[in-house]
């Protein structure tokens, strides 16, 4: 190999790992380059993709499931409706992400602005709650809040689920 071949492909891969950074930094919600690490797991929790503040996320499934005894929350699961049906936290709502633009006419003349809303997906590796959350926010819903742990911590806990039997 030449002198000429060795600088062309570090050319090419550096071009490649730039492209790369530059796609994930601010075109995909891709995979967390920042947080929370363990060792032994990976990342415990990733930084809050663009669309929510963390200010937004509940990490402690008691107080989630506080919220969700008083019956005062509008909880939106977000996951795909199959996956809902087969169980999801009492009294939630299936809105899945991937329907949210034919789901929201009716959300919006159902809902106030100013009511209280958590939104939770699978897990604490799921982004689909923020990315939910942060577009209501900009809809001009004044109380969002995001279950971190989603239903996988849910279920971890051993709290009550509801299924939708056919």
Known sequence: MTRKDVTGIFLLVSFALVTAFFYHSFLSPGMALQGQWDPDQGVVKAVPTRDADSSMEILNPDVVRQMVQKKEWIILDVRPGEIYDQG???????????????????????????????????????????????????????????????????????????????
């Open 88 to 166: 999801h936290l009492p009294h939630a709502v299936s809105f899945p992400l991937m329907a949210f633009d034919e789901a929201l006419p009716q959300f919006l003349t159902s809902t106030q602005r100013s009511s209280d809303i958590l939104v939770y997906c699978a897990s604490i590796e799921c982004t689909d709650s923020h990315t939910v959350a942060g577009r209501l926010k900009n809809l001009g819903y004044t109380s969002v809040k995001v279950f971190s742990g989603g239903f996988r911590q849910w279920q971890e806990k051993g709290y009550e689920i509801e299924k939708n039997e056919d």
